[in-house]
Every structure is written in C-alpha cells, then in structure tokens.
C-alpha cells in the first residue's frame, strides 16, 4: 500500500485481531495435515460435493439420521461397558446398578434403549424412501446392497442386545427367537446349538450374544457403513426418476448459498430441480435434523425411561403373552398364522422360508427392477413394494393389538 | 373274615362278573397278583351271587351297596360283601348263601359297627397287606373320643364308622368326593352337630360349623380351598374326637403357630393362666370364631383385650400400651414410606432397593405383631424398631428417587432449551447462507 502511495490502512479492531489469529493458526494446523497425508482429493471432494434439491430432498436426511443414531448407540454402548458385566449372575444386578448408582447411568442405558428402537425405524424409512424413490438404479446397486446388509445387522443388534438385560422378557423372548432359528432347514439345530452356545439359552447364551452385540456386529457395521458412506461420497446421491425432468438450476457456490432452489425453509425443497453444496448447506441441515433427534430422544428416555423387569428364572415356565421386540413382531405374527402344514411340508418351515426368501429379494432389488435399470418407473415394482410395507405395518399392528388385549 | 383274606375272596369273584360289574377294575387284577393268589384262570369259575342278586333289586337305588361299589375303596382292592357280612357268595340259593353256619353275619347293629370294621382295621398284619400306612389306631382312638365313651354307654345317637366314612361306597381320604377330604370335613361334622333336636338331647350348641365358616380358619379352608387351614379334626382330632382340655388348647393351637406358643410359654401370661385355669389361646382369640386379629387388640383402647384384665396404672396395663405403641410407629411410618415409594414407581423410576425396604419392614411388623405373645415391650420393641429403620430407609429412598424425577425433567427441559437454541442458530446460519 505504502509503495502504491497510498495511506496505510488503520491497524485492525482487538477482537478482529484475534479472529485472524486464530484463522491463522487453523490455516497452519491444515497445512501440517496437507504436507504430509493427500488430503487435497477429499477437500475437493466435500467443496464440490452437490446434494439434489428436489420435493423429495427431505428423504435424505434419514440416511444422516441413521448415522447419527448410530453414534448415539455407540457412544453409550460404550458408556455402558464401564458396569456391565456379561454373566447369568451378574447381568441383571449389574443393568440394576447402572440405572440405581451410577450417576446418570439410567439416561445413558434410557438413551441407549431408545436409540436401539429408533435407529431402525429411521434405516426402515431410509430403506422405504431409496426403494420408492429407485436409488438403487445403476451405478448404485452395490450401494443398496450395503444399505440392506446394514438393515439387517441393525435388527441382528437388537436381537443381541435385546438379552443383555437378562430379565424374565429377554430371556422368553431370546428362547422363542433362537428355537425359530432351530427350525431353518439343514443349518438350524447348527445355528441354533451356535447362538446358544449350548442345547438351550443360559449363561453359555448370554456371553455368545454380548460378543456379537460389541465385538462382531459392530466390525462388520464399521465395514459396511464406511463403504456404504464411501461409496456414497464417490456416486453422489441419486436424484429420483420423478425429478429427472424438472428444471435444472446451477449449483450454488458453496460459501454463497443456493439461491432460490432451496429457501423454503431448513429442509424445504423448494421449486425446481437443482442442486445445494453437500457443505456447508446441507450439512447444516443434518446437523439441524440430528439435533431434533438428540432432543426426541432424550424426551423419550426421561419420560418413559427403559425398564428392567424381573430378572429371568430359566426355570420358570414361560409367561403368557411373549413377544419379541415390535422390528420382529410382523415376521412372529407370520409365523403364528401359518397353518401347521402347507402341501405337506410343516407351516413353520414354509413361513421362515418365505421370510428369507423376502430378506433375499430385497437384497437383489437392483437387479429384479428391470425397467428402473433403464431409466423407468414400473407401476408393479412400486405396488409390490407398497403392498409388503402394508403387509409388514398390518401383521405388526395386529401382533401388537393382540399382546394389548392378551 | 380275617382268615378268609385276599386268596380266597379273589376265588369267588368271576372274570365274567368283572366284566359285567364294571366296579371291579383292573387294580383288582394286580393286587390279586402282588398277594400272591390263585392265578386268573382259576377265578374265572367262581360267581358272587350276593353281588348278583343285590344287584338286581337295588338298581332302582342309587345309594345302594351294589350302586355305589364302583368308587368303594375295599371292592377296588378285590373285597366282596362275604369279607364284611360272611356267608357264602358261591352259593345259589339265598338261604345257604345267607346261612349263619357259614358265617353270615348281616347288617351290623350300629353300636356294633366300630368293633365290625376294627376286625380288619385294627389288624396290622392284615392291613399291610393292602395299605401299609394306613395306621390302625383307630379303634383304640374312637374308644377314647366322646363319640367312643357315649356308644360304650349304650347312647345310640353317637357317630360310628360309618356317620363319616360311608358304608358301602367308602373313598380314601384323599378323594375330593370323600365326606373325610379336608374341605368337606367340616360338612361332615356338621351333618350331626348342626341338628338341633340331636345336639339338645346331649346339651351340646350347635353354632359350632357356623362360627368356624366365619373364622379365619373357615373363610382359608372353604372359600379358598386352603387345604392347610385347620379343620374340626386338626383341634379335636379325627377318631379320638373330643374337648381340648384347657391347658392342652395351647399345644393344639402350636401344632401350626408354633413361635407363638413358644412366646407365650415363656411370657407371665403362662403362669398367670395357669393359676386361674384360663385356656391360654382362647382367652384373647376364642375357638370356633376365631377372627383375623387386629391391631386394636393389643392396647389400652376402647377394643383392645388387654384392658379387660389389667388396670390402668398397672404394669400389665403400661407394658399393652408401650407395645401398642411401637407397632402404631412402624405402622404409619410403613405406610409413609409405601406412599412414597408406590409415588416414585408410579412416575417410571426404578424403586427395586427402596420396595425391598418396604418388604423388610412389613416382615418385621409381622414378626413384631408375634412377638405381642412376648407381652414384654422389652422383646417387642427392638424388632419394631428395626423394621421402623428399613421403613425410614424406603421412604429416603423414595423421596430421593423423586426428586431425581425432579431433577430429570428440570434438567431435560434445561437441555432440550439448548438443542432449541443450536437448532434456531443452525437454521438462521442457513438462511444466511442461502440469501
């Protein structure tokens, strides 16, 4: 400035001083990281990562919430891990002296039942919302895949977690689940024998479960959901065949804002068929959906905080009424229905049969939905998934209605 | 009878009649076999003609001895009528079936009746070979009871065997259908001692069944169907029936309240009875109506039974309301400590610690509410206590856990105030963004 003979510029307020200070320092602190790991590609990555602006942007958030929900688990699992102790002896006293001694130790095992449920109603409304909205169409397949493996080791957590407690509920309901696995043809009395550790559910039970709910389950759900968030940073999110032909709006700059496209409000589509900046906007909005959930669950475990029970007594007679937890109720309500033998092959057997066979087909959607692997929108794919979502909500609704007025 | 026994009895009884008297079950076959006698091929032969020809004239009858033989415990083991009554049972023609040469005897006078099942009942020998617990006492118990000493006096209107246990269609006593199973005993009993006309003959009330269907006992054993509640034979016995005597009241009540008895044993209260030859239970509690007792018998009040002997100002008097007080002290402090325990359950939060407190404290109210039978404040008093301490520790724990609930939704509504606020900042942030 002094060279171009001007006057020099009047030194900087003390708090502006401060700012540039410390921009500064986190300038430096990110040069340290670029100078010596390739982090360039990932910034470039999250700079000119774009998430679609349609009217169905608001079903992306669920994968987020998923996410989140995920690390609530996480987090408090581990919280809970400092007291509990995995043994017929000492499981129940042990969840007791959580909830009674330590300090705060009833929200953290409220926090961790309640975020058990809602982590998979959230992935079932990630799952129907991909499914309706045909993400799975190529190049994506592989993603949906994922995403189901992921589904299912989410309910395998809760089937695990479920009897950690070991109450006289858990204990029933883990017997009836492990005798359902007892019956799959060929590897059932395997499977069974493997998760029980033993012929029946006892103490053997209760350490084999405890190692899948903390060690086993969780590897695999790291794997499956880095590749599943990679591979979503790598593809971008799909836009739906539905908004294929609204009008295309550029993608706002991502220190500008999105413009127009996406001004109705925090998770508001708006008009038009754009795009936002991954960050900050849309960011911002899962931070914003995350934190709605953080206080849903917290509402939850502090006004219907986790009960204990009865600690379980393997020989008492089983209670009138069992039910395992409302994620399996529809495929318990199946089996109770199915006559006892279908074209001479036993009822039970064909309904774990069919309930597999649903797992499986839902696994290959991408492949099985012809006309969406060419762009298309088949009425067929979209009513059968309406009807299975029917049947699910409706055998749940009923299994839930008859343990009311049991 | 005795020297026919189980061999030749099972040689009159036909295959055929088996089969056609259906009272005859398949037991009879075993038990034919477990004593020893003739094979089934040689039973085949031999007819019972008293079955026979009583059956024949008694089918109008529903009561009957041949009717009701089907559920008689002695036919079920394979005893004929010519075991009871004599005779000859291969025998045709009635009168050399019914000949006393052949050892007829009939129908027992009714004063006989003891003495005629007391050939085969006060016979150990003979009775292991059907039941070996069964005990054979009887008879010499029923010769001591009430009913036993009147009948030896030649006083016909007495029960015998037969006025509990049926004549002919006889059941174990464990038989729900039996007048001998437990609930039915007061029945039973009741079938003679609620006659007005009987009892008058002999001066004797007959309140007795309805002041027991009152009691305490009563209501347990024939409106619960608590078979472990006492009946009219587990205080006056059942074959040797008769008065408690006054000292011997205690030891009858013992037979179940056994610490109480202990108590009261080594209480002032014994001496004092005894002295003035008082029943010791009855006194306070009575006999037949015996009532679930209260708090307000123990005391100084208006109900309590204490006042009725001991003076005011007396050491009796002083000591019933020292006790009376330190069970009204457990008492209301149990009663605080459950509401607010029952409170902080009803609003979600875990109370397991503070209700076996609560259960603590009602197991030593009811121990201290035994201990009464001390009738010393001394012995009573450190157990109220005790159970005061644990019902003070429930209601803490109570009032702890509430004002956790508190706190929770203080510090719930302070936290959610928290996110509303990251939340309204993270969407004014977008808007800035976006503008």
């Known amino acids: ?9 009047p030194p900087p307020p003390p708090e502006r001083r401060e700012a540039t200070k410390g921009a500064a320092q986190a300038g430096r602190l990110g040069a340290f990281f670029r100078q010596r790991y390739p982090l360039g590609g990932l910034a470039d990555l999250l700079a000119h990562k774009t998430v679609p602006v349609h009217r169905h942007t608001v079903w992306y958030y669920w994968g987020g919430v998923t996410l989140a929900l995920i690390g609530i688990q996480l987090a408090s699992g581990v919280l809970l891990l400092l007291y509990y102790r995995p043994s017929a002896d000492g499981a129940f006293e042990s969840i007791r002296f959580i909830m009674t001694r330590v300090e705060f130790g009833w929200l953290v095992r409220s926090v961790h039942a309640w975020a058990a449920n809602l982590v998979i109603l959230s992935a079932m409304i990630h799952l129907a919302s991909t499914f309706f909205l045909k993400a799975y169409r190529p190049p994506r397949e592989l993603t949906w895949v994922s995403g189901v493996l992921l589904f299912f080791l989410l309910m395998g957590f809760g089937f695990t977690g479920y009897l950690l407690p070991w109450n006289t509920l858990a204990f029933f309901a883990t017997k009836v689940g492990t005798e359902i696995a007892g019956t799959v043809p060929g590897i059932g009395p395997i499977l069974r024998t493997f998760l029980c550790g033993g012929s029946d ?27 599943h968030v990679l591979m979503i940073q790598l593809q971008g999110m799909s836009r739906p065949l539905s908004s294929m032909g609204e009008r295309s709006t550029p993608p706002p700059a991502a220190s500008a804002g999105g413009g127009s496209a996406h001004s109705a409000g925090p998770f508001g589509p708006a008009a038009g068929g754009g795009a936002m900046p991954f960050f900050p906007n849309f960011f911002l909005r899962d931070l914003l959906a995350w934190s709605l959930m953080l206080g849903l669950v917290l509402c939850l475990s502090v006004y219907w905080p986790a009960t204990l029970g009865e600690k379980a007594d393997p020989f008492a007679p089983t209670p009138a009424g069992i039910q395992p937890e409302w994620y399996f ?37 991408p492949w099985l939905d012809r006309p969406a692997r060419h762009g298309r929108s088949s009425w067929l794919v979209r009513l059968l998934g309406i009807a299975g979502l029917a049947y699910v909500a409706g055998m749940t609704g009923v299994a839930l209605w008859l343990g009311a007025h049991h | ?19 056609a008297v259906p009272f005859f079950p398949a037991p009879f076959f075993l038990v034919a076999i477990a004593v020893g006698s003739t094979p089934p091929a040689v039973a085949v032969e031999q007819p019972d003609t008293c079955v026979e020809c009583h059956q024949a004239f008694e089918l109008a009858s529903p009561s009957a001895p041949t009717q009701v033989m089907g559920h008689d415990v002695h036919a079920q083991r394979g005893l004929s009528c010519a075991d009871c009554h004599g005779g000859d049972p291969t025998a045709a023609e009635q009168e050399r079936a019914m000949d006393p040469a052949k050892g007829f005897i009939g129908r027992p006078a009714r004063h006989e009746i003891p003495q005629f099942c007391a050939r085969c009942h006060a016979e150990p020998a003979y009775m292991r070979k059907y039941n070996p617990n069964l005990p054979t006492d009887q008879y010499a118990k029923y010769l001591t009871s ?37 609930t039915n005993i007061p029945g039973t009993c009741a079938t003679c001692h609620t006659d007005a006309a009987l009892m008058e003959r002999h001066g004797l ?27 009219c034979a587990s205080c006056h016995g059942a074959h040797e029936a008769a008065r408690p005597g006054v000292i011997a009241i205690g030891n009858v009540c013992a037979q179940c309240h056994g610490l109480t008895r202990d108590l009261f044993a080594k209480s002032p209260h014994k001496a004092a009875h005894e002295a003035l030859g008082l029943p010791e239970c009855e ?14 018998m123990l005391g100084t009040g208006p109900q309590a039974l204490c006042a009725t002997c001991h003076e005011a100002g007396s050491p009796g008097f002083a000591t019933a309301q020292r006790m009376r007080e330190a069970i009204e002290r457990l008492k209301a402090e149990l009663t605080r400590a459950e509401t607010t325990v029952t409170r902080a359950a009803q609003l979600g939060m875990d109370v397991g610690e503070a209700q076996f407190e609560v259960h603590e404290a009602q197991a030593k109210l009811t121990q201290a509410r035994t201990y009464v039978h001390s009738f010393s404040a001394q012995t009573l008093t450190p157990i109220a206590d005790e159970g005061l301490r644990h019902a003070q520790q429930a209601g803490a724990q109570g009032y702890e856990a509430i004002k956790a609930f508190q706190f929770r939704r203080q510090g719930l509504w302070a936290t959610l105030l928290i996110i509303t606020l990251l939340a309204v900042g993270l969407w004014l942030k977008i808007r800035d963004l976006e503008r």
């Open chain 1, 1 to 9: 400035m002094e060279r171009l003979g001007l006057p020099a510029a």
């Open chain 1, 201 to 227: 559910v006892g103490d053997a039970t209760l350490s084999r479960f405890f190692w899948l709910h903390i060690a086993v389950l969780p590897a695999g759900l790291l794997v499956l959901a880095g590749l």
């Open chain 1, 329 to 365: 109720l529809w495929m318990f309500q199946t089996l109770k229905l199915f006559p006892g033998h279908v074209l001479g092959i036993e009822g039970e057997l064909v309904a774990i049969g069919l309930t597999g066979l649903a797992g499986v087909v839902l696994l290959v959607v």
């Open chain 2, 1 to 19: 009878m005795k020297k026919s026994g189980p061999r030749l009895f099972f040689l009159r009884i036909t295959a055929r009649k088996i089969d």
């Open chain 2, 146 to 182: 009430q009913h036993g000493k009147r009948i030896a006096q030649g006083d016909p209107d007495v029960a015998v065997c037969t006025s509990c246990h049926d004549a002919h269609g006889i059941r174990g006593k464990h038989d729900p259908q039996s007048p001998v199973f437990a």
């Open chain 2, 205 to 231: 009330p007959v309140t007795q069944h309805w002041d027991y269907s009152q009691s305490v006992h009563g209501q347990a054993l024939l409106f619960r169907g608590d078979r472990a509640a006492p009946h």
């Open chain 2, 283 to 296: 006194v306070c509690h009575g006999n037949h109506l015996i009532q679930r007792p209260t708090d307000e």
